[in-house]
């Protein structure tokens, strides 16, 4: 059986890959699971697959968890440290799912534990790419991504001889407004934001993809997790989510990694890898679909693409801020304190007004996005939603 550890066990990651496990329980022996503040939802997903321990990083939880676990054998703890404790606490895989950068340091704790990280955490590479990279090569850790355009990256790359890869081309889908006026965007509200046309995800990313500023952090991220520059990096827009990303070689071949939009899929390549596993998700039937369509993504009615881009090129604590000030903005719009164009704008005018030097540690990381948060903060005030 392999051992497993969830940080985030309660979002729409964690949640899958709870999925696929109480599907082969003879294949899976869970070690932890951690939530924020779900405690039922943790609570039940513990007692359901027997694990060991089980965490609440909000510690004003930590009473109501330990109630719902009496019990049942199964060690209930609290608050930040807990957390990465979890992380450290010897699975072989780990599951890193923890929403923006509160998921910073439970990751590199995994990483430091020199086993296999499935990487579902944006911001770990975004802000802390050198950090965490030197750290995967530091103790030996297998680091396998989650997203799918990564995962399908993954697929489709030599990685015995990597200077055959001439491109790295992501997909995106787009998003809900691929196809809204330019003069209705304004008046974009949170529910439409959320409501993507091909993928179940949580609100955060969600507005991401509309904005495509998660297809900006997937650039950044891609330029960590492959041996590749940042002008071998490309974006097509592909609204049916068919082909989740390609390779491009020397010779003009390429090859890409293609299935239905389910999120189960790529999990399950980390979660049996190197080996595969029986998913339930629904086969591709390309006869079906008819037709696969691609076009540029347009920088003018998604600026936050072109703000990532910038911060990739520009490197040091660009993309720190960048992710940092994006969180306060998207924060601020599902609030209804800023409205959906304000995003870049917020993030624009943060990037503009902060450039501290490069980090070398995680607690520098933490430094910058902390100023870079508060920055923001004071930007959104004077935002109209």
Not at 261 to 282: C, E, F, K, Q, S
Request: hydrophobic share 50%; charged share 20%; aromatic share 4%.
């Amino acid at each position: 059986m392999k051992t497993v550890t969830i940080l985030g066990a309660t979002g729409s990651i964690g949640s899958s890959t709870l999925d696929l496990i109480e599907r082969a329980p003879e294949a899976f022996d869970v070690v932890a699971l951690t939530a924020n503040c779900d405690v039922e939802k943790l609570a039940a997903a513990a007692i359901r697959t027997n694990a060991k321990l089980a965490v609440v990083a909000d510690d004003g939880c930590y009473v109501a968890l330990k109630e719902r676990l009496a019990g049942t054998g199964i060690e209930a703890a609290a608050g930040a440290d807990a957390v990465c404790d979890a992380a450290r606490a010897g699975a072989e895989w780990t599951m890193a799912a923890i929403v923006g950068c509160a998921g910073l340091k439970p990751s590199m704790a995994a990483v430091e534990q020199g086993k296999t990280v499935a990487l579902a955490n944006k911001e770990a590479l975004v802000s802390a790419g050198d950090v965490m990279t030197a750290a995967v090569a530091r103790h030996g850790a297998t680091l396998l991504p989650v997203d799918s355009e990564h995962n399908a990256v993954y697929q489709c790359f030599d990685h015995a001889a990597p200077g055959r890869v001439a491109r790295v081309i992501l997909t995106a889908s787009g998003g809900p407004f691929r196809d809204t006026p330019a003069d209705q965007m304004a008046a974009i509200t949170p529910a439409q934001a959320v409501a993507h046309p091909n993928w179940s995800m949580g609100a955060k990313i969600s507005v991401d993809s509309a904005t495509l500023m998660n297809k900006g952090l997937e650039l950044i991220e891609a330029f960590h997790l492959f041996p590749i520059t940042a002008d071998q990096l490309d974006v097509v827009v592909h609204r049916q989510s068919v082909i989740h990303s390609m390779v491009e070689y020397v010779d003009g071949s390429v090859l890409a990694q293609l299935g239905t939009p389910d999120m189960r899929t790529p999990i399950a390549y980390t979660l049996a890898w190197p080996d595969r596993m029986v998913t339930p998700g629904p086969r591709l039937d390309l006869a079906a679909i008819g037709r696969l369509d691609f076009q540029a993504p347009d920088f003018d009615r998604f600026p936050c693409l072109k703000l990532a881009l910038d911060c990739l090129k520009a490197g040091g604590a660009r993309p720190i801020i960048l992710n940092a000030a994006n969180e306060i903005a998207v924060a601020a719009f599902l609030a209804g304190r800023a409205g959906f164009l304000e995003i870049a704008a917020i993030v624009a005018d943060t990037l503009e007004g902060y450039d501290p030097a490069a980090p070398e540690t995680l607690d520098a990381v933490l430094a910058i996005d902390a100023e870079a948060r508060r920055l923001a903060g004071e930007r959104v005030k004077e935002s109209v939603a």
